[in-house]
T-cell receptor, first 111, second 112 residues
Framework: RKEVEQDPGPFNVPEGATVAFNCTYS??????FFWYRQDCRKEPKLLMS???SGNEDGRFTAQLNRASQYISLLIRDSKLSDSATYLC????????????FGQGTRLTINP | EAGVTQFPSHSVIEKGQTVTLRCDPI?????LYWYRRVMGKEIKFLLH????????ESGMPNNRFLAERTGGTYSTLKVQPAELEDSGVYFC??????????FGPGTRLTVT
């Protein structure tokens, strides 16, 4: 079983739609959680950190469910510019800083 | 502020040759990380420097890979001798205090 697993995608949705991604992690001791966005042939860029209480940044909402060991990302009112690959990443233990990434989910927003 | 830079952006070498990748972190960032993404797989951690010291090298695949960070500034990752399975995109990242990691644009390595 992979340490971090994501919806395989790809997701193709119309502009303005709401889209949700889920990501599960296997290590219950995981400490920190992140969503990254990666455009084609570019580097991953941090989109949001994910906190236990859930957090929102404009059209983006991230949630963490420790009991079920998953994190989610919700994008509301999707824009053409949201088209990208979304990667979830987990920092597995206190003090260790390596990020464990999921394989990523490709999202395409259609006009 | 300049971001993380990597050189070269692309490298094509033959199996058995040597390649050295370079990463310049954001100025003042003590933490430097190397990651790799091979075709069809997820991005995987290779190692982590704090200044010039290797903090965690648990992700290094084998002894054909050598990472250095002399002086605690830029880092190099040498692959010698390169094998076909080493092809992929090598990302470097840096962070100030172990928090948010800023990624460089990556080096696309093709071993033929």
């Amino acid at each position: 079983r992979k340490e971090v697993e994501q919806d395989p995608g790809p997701f193709n949705v119309p502009e303005g739609a709401t889209v949700a991604f889920n990501c599960t992690y296997s290590n219950s001791a995981s400490q920190s959680f992140f969503w990254y966005r990666q455009d084609c042939r570019k580097e991953p860029k941090l989109l949001m950190s994910v906190y236990s209480s859930g957090n929102e940044d404009g059209r983006f909402t991230a949630q963490l469910n420790r009991a079920s060991q998953y994190i989610s990302l919700l994008i509301r009112d999707s824009k053409l510019s949201d088209s990208a690959t979304y990667l979830c990443a987990v920092n597995e233990s206190m003090g260790a800083q390596k990020l464990v990434f999921g394989q990523g989910t490709r999202l395409t927003i259609n006009p | 502020e300049a971001g993380v830079t990597q050189f070269p952006s692309h490298s094509v070498i033959e199996k058995g040759q040597t390649v050295t990748l370079r990463c310049d972190p954001i100025s003042g960032h003590d933490n430097l990380y190397w990651y790799r993404r091979v075709m069809g797989k997820e991005i995987k951690f290779l190692l982590h420097f704090v200044k010039e010291s290797k903090q965690d090298e648990s992700g290094m695949p084998n002894n054909r890979f050598l990472a250095e960070r002399t002086g605690g500034t830029y880092s190099t990752l040498k692959v010698q001798p390169a094998e076909l399975e080493d092809s992929g995109v090598y990302f470097c990242a840096s962070s100030l205090d172990g928090g948010r990691q800023y990624f460089g644009p990556g080096t696309r390595l093709t071993v033929t």
